[in-house]
Structures are given as structure tokens and as C-alpha cells.
């Protein structure tokens, strides 16, 4: 699909439609609310607050979007954000996402990640319209084997730490309340479609997290400093931000067209030669740079942390016609072309690399 088509077409079903967006105040949240707001959609946002060390979301503070500042355990705020909003999409992005904080906090990651997604569908099946929801997940969501085959979506789930079970268990919440609520043979009745999303490892401007190897890169070649690496070894799927976020947009449309055949599970990753090990991909971010330097971090193997993980998108591709269009160098040239933006202008850029993207 030309990318010229891909804006045409995203505007074509978003501008003027209602967006409920959860995390709207993290990494790709804003990138989402950013992308939306430039298709026209009207988005009202539902997150905790941006921590003062991401300060991403706060250089989009002149967006007209609606913010909730609110936490997804509320049910009964979160049910009436919804219930006054009347949104046609819900992209539910809300979560503890990062591996290691699972395991200081592994009852507060399954709390966040499988209650919060079940409350937001409880939310959603009070609507009395048409809606299409889609679930954010992760690649993480199958049982690892480590093998250097491609998770296809019909694999079996899993996980290791609290993490990649929690989101594991959120894939369930998901199919329970498509088997009992929005099941496809009611679709006249209850008029919801429900899809989930697995995206591999992304990256971008714009990441602050911690423990993620881009944020982490950047701040210390802005420092001058070495780069620590936790397992150099970890052959992971890379891709820019924007490639998984149109999937989801992508997926949103289909899911208009034809809401039976699409409520199901995705993946969204890199095409197999943009899987690196997290070695190759430093090697590649100091080369953009220009200069830097990389050290094996002696606490790597302290924590489990899956080593190998590939995704099959063979599924994306065919029926949605949704490909990668960055390589994973291009995707670490773009992130790091951010991170050395002055502050001022990163808004700015955020949204030039948003429009080069939709007509690359
Ligand atoms: N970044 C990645 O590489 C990656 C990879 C695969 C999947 N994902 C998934 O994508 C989604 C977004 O991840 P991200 O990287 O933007 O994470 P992030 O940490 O930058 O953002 C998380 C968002 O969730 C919100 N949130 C967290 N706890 C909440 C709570 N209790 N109540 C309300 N809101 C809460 C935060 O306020 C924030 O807006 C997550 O579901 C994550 O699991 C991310």
C-alpha cells in the first residue's frame, strides 16, 4: 500500500470519529494521540499522570485532546469516561509494560495489566452503539521456548515473568469477553468488535523508560558516558514506534469494514532480518551518533529475561496489508535523529517524522 493511500485512507475513518485512548501519557500513547490528532480524530485520553522524568507527553500540552488523569483500577470512573465519551474506537494502551519493575511489583503489574483491561471492556460492553475495541499486548504473550522459529498468533501463550504473564492473562480477559460478550455470531446485537495487538520490542524519540536500550543509549551518549547492556546476546524484534502504531489504526479500519471477520489477535513485528541482537543494535546507535561507547553491564543475568523471541506477521501482511516500511537501521536512525533534537523543537519533529512516515 502507498503511503500516500495509508494517510488518505486512516483519515478517511478517523477524522471526526471518538477515540478513547488509555495510556495516553506514555511512550506510545503520545505517539498515538499525536498521529490521531493529526488525522482529526477527537481523542479524550485515560492514563496516570506522565512521570517527571518522560516528559514526552508534555511537550503535546497545546493538543486539544481531553486528558483524564485517573487510574485504570477505577472502574467506575473509568466506566463513566467511557459511558460519556460515546467513543467508535477504544485503544486500550494502559499498562505496566516493563519486565524488570514486574518483579518488584508482580501483584500490582497483573492488577494493572489483566483487571485494568477487563474493566475497560466492562466499560465498552455498556455502550449502546457500535464500537471496535483493540488491546495493546506484546509479543511476550507466548510461551518462550527460545527456539529461533516465528510465534504465529494461533501459538501457544505463556510467560516467564510477572510481565509476559500478565499479558498473557490479558489475551484470555480478552478472548473470554469476546466468547461471552462480544461473540461474532451476536455482532447485530451487541455491535462491539474486540481484537488484540502483539507488538514486538519498539523504539523511537520520545522513550524515557527505564531499563529499554534506546532511552538508555541516548542518555548516556548525551552524557557522554558508556552505554550499559544487560544482555548483549538478546536477539529481539526491533521497530520504530510508528510501524505497529498504524497497525493498530490499520487494524481499527479493517475492524469497521468487516467487524466479524477481524475481531481476532495480530502481531505486528519487524520483517525477520530486523531481528538483532541487542549488541548489533548499540553498534548501529553509536554508529548513527557518531561516536560512543558500549559496556556489558555485570548484573545482566540477575532477572530472567526471554533471550530469544520471533514474530511470524505473515497475518498482518495478508490481511490487512500492513507491512514494516522502516528497516531497523532507518528505525535507529529516526530514534536517535530525536533524542538529538533540541527539546523545543522535539514536538515539532515528532510530528514531521509522523507526516515523512505516512507519505514515505
Ligand atoms: N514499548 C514497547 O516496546 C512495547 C512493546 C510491546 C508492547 N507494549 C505495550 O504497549 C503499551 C504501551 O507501552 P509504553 O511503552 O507506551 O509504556 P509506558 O510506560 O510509556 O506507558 C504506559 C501508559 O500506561 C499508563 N498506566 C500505567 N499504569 C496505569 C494505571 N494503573 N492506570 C491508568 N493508566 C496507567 C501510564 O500512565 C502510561 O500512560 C503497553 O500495553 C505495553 O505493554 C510496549
New binding site residues.
Given amino acids: 500500500m502507498e503511503k500516500l493511500v495509508m494517510l488518505e485512507l486512516l483519515r478517511s475513518y478517523y477524522a471526526g470519529k471518538k477515540v478513547f485512548l ?8 503520545t505517539w498515538m494521540m499525536a498521529l490521531l490528532h493529526q488525522l482529526g480524530a477527537e481523542v479524550k485520553g ?5 512521570e517527571d522524568s ?1 516528559p514526552f507527553h508534555n511537550l503535546f500540552s497545546g493538543l486539544n485532546v481531553q486528558s483524564v488523569i ?4 477505577n472502574r467506575k470512573q473509568l466506566t463513566e469516561e467511557i459511558a460519556s465519551f460515546q467513543p467508535d474506537y477504544v485503544f486500550h ?6 519486565v524488570l519493575l514486574s518483579y518488584e511489583i508482580p501483584s500490582e503489574t497483573f492488577e ?1 495489566n489483566v483487571v ?1 483491561t477487563a474493566n475497560v471492556l466492562e466499560a465498552a460492553r455498556q455502550l449502546e452503539k457500535r464500537c471496535n475495541i483493540i488491546v ?4 511476550k504473550v507466548y510461551d518462550n521456548k527460545e527456539h529461533h522459529g516465528l510465534y504465529k498468533e494461533e501459538d501457544r501463550l505463556g510467560g516467564y515473568d510477572p510481565y509476559s504473564a500478565s ?1 498473557a492473562c490479558t489475551e484470555l480477559v480478552v478472548d473470554s469477553f469476546r466468547n461471552s460478550f462480544f461473540n461474532v455470531k451476536d455482532i447485530l446485537i451487541h455491535r462491539k468488535a474486540l481484537a488484540s495487538a502483539r ?4 523504539i523511537g524519540g520520545g ?1 524515557f ?1 527505564r531499563n ?1 536500550i534506546i532511552p538508555d543509549a541516548a542518555k548516556a551518549l548525551l552524557q557522554g558516558k558508556e552505554i550499559l547492556v544487560r544482555n548483549p546476546g538478546s536477539v529481539r524484534p526491533w521497530q520504530h514506534v510508528l510501524e505497529p502504531v498504524c497497525g493498530y489504526l490499520l487494524l481499527g479500519t479493517k475492524m469497521t469494514d468487516d467487524p466479524v471477520s477481524f475481531s481476532q489477535a495480530f502481531n505486528f513485528g519487524p520483517q525477520p532480518e530486523d531481528h538483532l541482537t541487542v549488541k548489533e543494535l548499540v553498534e548501529l546507535a553509536i554508529k548513527t551518533w557518531g561516536s560512543g561507547k558500549m559496556e556489558v553491564s555485570s548484573n545482566g543475568a540477575a532477572m530472567h529475561e526471554a533471550n530469544l523471541l520471533k514474530l511470524d506477521i505473515s497475518k498482518a501482511a495478508e490481511q490487512l496489508s500492513w507491512k514494516p516500511q522502516l528497516s531497523a537501521p532507518q528505525a535507529i536512525e529516526w530514534s536517535m535523529d530525536w533524542y538529538k533534537t533540541p527539546v523545543e523543537q522535539q514536538a515539532e519533529f515528532t510530528f514531521t517524522q509522523i507526516d515523512n512516515y505516512l507519505r514515505k
Avoid at 485517573?70 to 483500577?73: H, K, L, N, P
Fill in positions: 488509555t495510556g495516553h501519557t506514555g511512550f506510545k500513547g485515560y492514563a496516570l499522570a506522565p518522560a485517573a487510574d485504570i483500577r494502551l494502559a499498562a505496566q509494560p516493563l494493572v485494568g495493546i499486548t506484546t509479543d499479558k507488538a514486538g520490542n519498539v522513550d523508560s529499554r
